[in-house]
C-alpha cells in the first residue's frame, strides 16, 4: 500500500491540468471501476441473497426430514402396537364382556403397551357392542360417557361423535384442548386406529392419547434459532399440529389457512397480510403426513442488512481507492504519450504545441505523415522488387552468388531455398519469329507471364518453384526446390508434359523444355541451369515441342562421328548443274544423317556450318553474283538464327533453288542473246525457219518458240516477219524497186504471201503504202 501511495504523490506532481488526452484517460479508467464495482456488487449481492436463503431452506429441509422420520417412526410404532392388541387374547371382546378378571387384565395388558412406549399418555380400547359401552384403558374402565365426561372431555369431540363416525383407516385427530378429573387442562392429539383396519364397518378401535409436549418434542427442533412456523397436516390436510417460534398465533392461523388451500411446491414462497415468507414442505411417503415450515424473509434478511453493509463500506473504500488508482495509471500511461508527443514535435513540427491540444491527435498527425513517406518508399520498393528478385534469381542461374551474406539476401528478395534438391528447367518458345509476329508486345508479355506462373504453380506439387521470365526474351527459366522423394528426372520430365500441353492448349503455341540434373548443392545450381540450356540446344536436332533432358543426352552420346562427305560432294555437283531434285534430295540425307547417328549438337551445328560454306564457295566458284534474296538466304545461314533441323534444310533448298535458277537463268540470258543476234542477221535470208535456227541452237522447234517468247513476249517466227515488214517499209519509202524484186530482197519467195501479211501489219497493200508516202 505504501509503495501505491509513494507512486501517487508523485504523480500529483506530474498533473497535466489542462490536457483533455489526460482527462479521458483518468475518467475512462474511473468508468471502468465504477462500472466492475456495480456488476460485482451486484453480483455478489444477489448471489449472497439467494445462496443464504437457499442454505436456510436446505436446513429446514434436513430438519424437516428429522422430524418426519422422527413422527412416522412413532406412527409405526402405534400401527404395530395396535396389531399387537387386537391379535392378543387377552384383550377379545369375549374376554373383557365377562366383567371382573376379565376386565381387570384387559387393563393391565394395557398397561404393559403403554409403559413400553413414553410417547403415548393412554391408550384405550373400545368395542362396539350393544351389550356393552365399556372402554378400557391402561389409566383404568370407564364407559363411555364417564370417559368424554369426566376422565377425557375433549372440547371439540363428543362420545356420539366417536361412536357414529368410527374411522375406517388410521386417523390423526388434530391437537385440540381437553379437560381432565383433577388436572389442569391439557392438549391432547388422538390417533385412532379401526378394528379392523379398511373394514366398511369396524367393530371397534383403539385409541393411543399423545399428549401435546411429547408431540412437539419432535418437530420444534426444525426451526433451530429462527423465528417461524411449524405444521403438520395429515393425510386428509388438516392441520394435526402447529408450533410458533416468535411468532403471533393470528398471522399463524392465516397462514395454515393459506398453505391448506394452495399447491405449494418443496420450496416456495408465500406473502400474507403484506409479509413475505419462505416455505419449506415436506411430504411422507409413509402416511402422506405433510410436514411445513414458514419462516419470514425479513428475519434472514437482517443479516444479509447487516452484511450488506459491510459490503457496502467495503465498495465505497475500494471505489475510492480505484480513483487513486485510476489517477495514478492515468499519469503513468500519459507520461510516455507527452514525452513522446514532445520529441516528434521537435523532429517533425517545432511550432506545434502538443501539450495545449490534444496529444494522441498530434502523434496521430505526426506518424501519418510519417507512414505516407514511408509507404511512398516502400511503394518504390516495391516496385523494384519483382526486379531485384529477378536480378538475384540470375545471379544465381549464373553462378554469379559465392558470398554466404548474398546468400542471406535471397530470403530478403523472396527467394526462399529451403527444400534438399535443386534444378533448372528452360522452357523456349518454338518458332518464335512466328510468335512475335502474330502477337503485339503486350500480348507477348502477357503469354511469358502465364507461362512462368503456371511452372510456379505446378512445380508446388513438388516442392516450389521460381519463375523467371523474359530469359533472352524466349521463354521463361524455372529454379524447382524439390521435397525430398520428389528428386528423380522422371518426376520433372512429367512436370514439363503438363506444362507443354497447358502452354499448347491455351495458346496453341509449343515450347521446348530443357531440364539440368538435380543437384543438393545451391551452388551448383548454375551447372544444372548449363545442362538445361544444352539440352534446349538439341531442340535443333530433335525438333519444336520436346522435352529433352540433359541426363538422356549424356546417355546417348556417341564417341565417334563420321562427316557426311559424299553427300556434300553430290550437293555441290547438283548446284553447279542447277539440279534442283538432286540438291533437295542430298540435302535431306544430310539432315536425317544427323538425326539417325543421335550425335552432338556442337557437331550437328559443325555439318550445318560446313554445308553453308559449301553453299558459299559454290558460289564463288560459278562467279555468281549474290541478288537480294540469296544475300539475305545466305546471312540467316550463316548467323546462328534457325532453331530446328526442318527450318535450317527449308533455308539451304531455298537457297540452293535460287541458285539453280540463278545458274539456269544466267545459261537462258547467253542462249537468247546468241538467238536475237541470229535472227537479225539471217531473218532476209528466205532459207531461215523455225527448224533451222533450232538445229542451229541445238534445241526443239517448240523449245525455241516457247523460249523466245518467254524473252520477247511473242513467237520466234513472228518476230521475223516483223523484222521483214520493217525493212519492207523502209525499201517502200526510200527505193523504187519493184515489189517483185523488194520482196526477195527482204527473204519472201511468194508475193501473195508477203501482200497478205504487210496488208495484215499495214491495213494496205505494199503499193498502196508507197503511193500514200508519195503523195
Keep these: 500500500m ?6 501517487f504523490s508523485r504523480s500529483l506532481l506530474f498533473w497535466p491540468r489542462k490536457s483533455r488526452r489526460f482527462y479521458q484517460y483518468f475518467f475512462s479508467y474511473v468508468l471502468l471501476v465504477v462500472t466492475l464495482l456495480i456488476i460485482v456488487g451486484g453480483v455478489v449481492y444477489e448471489t449472497f441473497l439467494s445462496t443464504l436463503q437457499r442454505e436456510v431452506e436446505n436446513s429446514m429441509m434436513a430438519t424437516l426430514t428429522q422430524a418426519k422420520d422422527a413422527v412416522d417412526t412413532r406412527l409405526h410404532e402405534m400401527n404395530r402396537m395396535a396389531a399387537q392388541i387386537a391379535a392378543n387374547p387377552q384383550l377379545t371382546p369375549f374376554i373383557t364382556d365377562t366383567g371382573g378378571y376379565g376386565q381387570y387384565q384387559a387393563v393391565a395388558e394395557l398397561k404393559k403397551y403403554r409403559s413400553t412406549n413414553i410417547f403415548i399418555s393412554d391408550v384405550v380400547l373400545y368395542y362396539n357392542s350393544r351389550n356393552s359401552s365399556q372402554m378400557y384403558g391402561a389409566s383404568g374402565t370407564y364407559s363411555t360417557d364417564q370417559f368424554f365426561n369426566d376422565v377425557y372431555n375433549y372440547q371439540h369431540w363428543s362420545k356420539d361423535e366417536f361412536i357414529n363416525h368410527l374411522p375406517i383407516s388410521p386417523v390423526m385427530r388434530p391437537m385440540e384442548p381437553v379437560k381432565m378429573a383433577g388436572m389442569n387442562p391439557a392438549h391432547f392429539s388422538t390417533y385412532l386406529y379401526p378394528l379392523s383396519v379398511n373394514s366398511s364397518k369396524p367393530y371397534g378401535a383403539i385409541l393411543f392419547l399423545i399428549e401435546e409436549h411429547s408431540l412437539t418434542s419432535l418437530i420444534k427442533s426444525t426451526l433451530k434459532d429462527y423465528n417461524g412456523y411449524m405444521y403438520l397436516f395429515n393425510e386428509n390436510n388438516d392441520k394435526v399440529i402447529s408450533i410458533s417460534n416468535g411468532e403471533g398465533h393470528d398471522e399463524a392461523e392465516d397462514l395454515s389457512a393459506t398453505i391448506q388451500s394452495a399447491a405449494l411446491k418443496a420450496e416456495d414462497s408465500l406473502s400474507v397480510n403484506n409479509r413475505k415468507y419462505s416455505v419449506v414442505k415436506l411430504q411422507s411417503e409413509y402416511n402422506h403426513w405433510s410436514y411445513v415450515s414458514v419462516i419470514p424473509k425479513d428475519q434472514f434478511m437482517a443479516k444479509v442488512y447487516k452484511i450488506r453493509n459491510i459490503f457496502n463500506y467495503t465498495i465505497a473504500f475500494i471505489l475510492v481507492l480505484g480513483v487513486c488508482l485510476a489517477f495514478s495509471f492515468s499519469i503513468t500511461n500519459y ?39 514511408n509507404e511512398a518508399l516502400l ?22 552468388i559465392k558470398n554466404p551474406n548474398e546468400w542471406k539476401d535471397l530470403e530478403f528478395v523472396n527467394v526462399p531455398l529451403d527444400k534438399p534438391y535443386f534444378a533448372v528447367m528452360l522452357f523456349m518458345i518454338d518458332e518464335y519469329n512466328k510468335f512475335i509476329s502474330e502477337n503485339n508486345q503486350s500480348m507477348q508479355d502477357i503469354i511469358q507471364y502465364s507461362l512462368a506462373k503456371i511452372t510456379e504453380e505446378l512445380s508446388m506439387e513438388i516442392g516450389s518453384g521460381l519463375a523467371l ?79 529433352i533432358c540433359y541426363e538422356h543426352l549424356e546417355n546417348d552420346r556417341q564417341e565417334n562421328y563420321r562427316y557426311p562427305i559424299q553427300q556434300e560432294r553430290q550437293l555441290i555437283k547438283a548446284i553447279k548443274q542447277g539440279n534442283r531434285e538432286d540438291a533437295q534430295r542430298n540435302i535431306k540425307e544430310i539432315m536425317q544423317y544427323i538425326i539417325d547417328n543421335q550425335i552432338t549438337i556442337e557437331e550437328a551445328e559443325c555439318i550445318c556450318y560446313s554445308i553453308v560454306n559449301t553453299i558459299k564457295r559454290t558460289l564463288i566458284e560459278l562467279d ?3 541478288d537480294g534474296f540469296i544475300d539475305q538466304t545466305l546471312e540467316k545461314l550463316l548467323v546462328p538464327r534457325f532453331e530446328t533441323l526442318d527450318e535450317l534444310e527449308t533455308l539451304v533448298i531455298n537457297c540452293c533453288q535460287k541458285v539453280r535458277d540463278y545458274v539456269a537463268g544466267r545459261k537462258d540470258d547467253h542462249l537468247f542473246t546468241r538467238m536475237i543476234a541470229y535472227v537479225n542477221q539471217h531473218y532476209c535470208n528466205h532459207m531461215i525457219s523455225l527448224e533451222t535456227i533450232a538445229a542451229f541452237f541445238g534445241v526443239s522447234p517448240s523449245y525455241a518458240t516457247r523460249f523466245f517468247k518467254e524473252h520477247t513476249g511473242q513467237p520466234l517466227m513472228r518476230y521475223i516477219d516483223m523484222l521483214r515488214m520493217e525493212k519492207a517499209k523502209t525499201m517502200l519509202k526510200t527505193t523504187d524497186l519493184p515489189l517483185k524484186e523488194l520482196i526477195g530482197e527482204i527473204g519472201y519467195v511468194d508475193s501473195s504471201i508477203f501482200i497478205r501479211k504487210f496488208k495484215k501489219y499495214e491495213g494496205r497493200t505494199p503499193i498502196q503504202y508507197r503511193n500514200m508516202l508519195k503523195n
Aim: net charge neutral.
Design 469 to 547: 521470365e523474359r530469359l533472352g526474351d524466349r521463354g521463361v527459366a524455372l529454379l524447382v526446390n524439390i521435397e525430398e522423394g520428389f528428386h528423380d528426372t522422371q518426376t520433372l520430365e512429367q512436370l514439363a508434359y503438363k506444362a507443354k500441353e497447358w502452354f499448347k492448349h491455351y495458346f496453341h503455341f509449343t515450347v521446348t523444355v530443357g531440364i539440368g540434373e538435380v543437384c543438393s548443392d545451391p551452388a551448383m545450381i548454375y551447372q544444372s541451369y548449363l545442362q538445361a540450356e544444352n539440352g534446349v540446344r538439341y531442340r535443333f536436332v530433335k525438333g519444336n515441342d520436346s522435352v
Design 2 to 7: 505504501s509503495k501505491y501511495l509513494l507512486g
Design 624 to 626: 555468281i553474283e549474290e
Design 379 to 400: 511503394s518504390r520498393l516495391k516496385s523494384q522488387a519483382g526486379v531485384m528478385r529477378e536480378t538475384y534469381l540470375l545471379m544465381l542461374l549464373k553462378g554469379k
Design 335 to 373: 507520461k510516455p504519450l507527452i514525452k513522446l508527443a514532445e520529441a516528434l514535435k521537435k523532429r517533425q513540427h517545432p511550432q506545434a504545441s502538443p501539450a495545449s491540444t490534444d496529444e494522441l491527435d498530434f502523434i496521430s498527425n505526426t506518424v501519418g505523415t510519417i507512414t505516407e513517406e
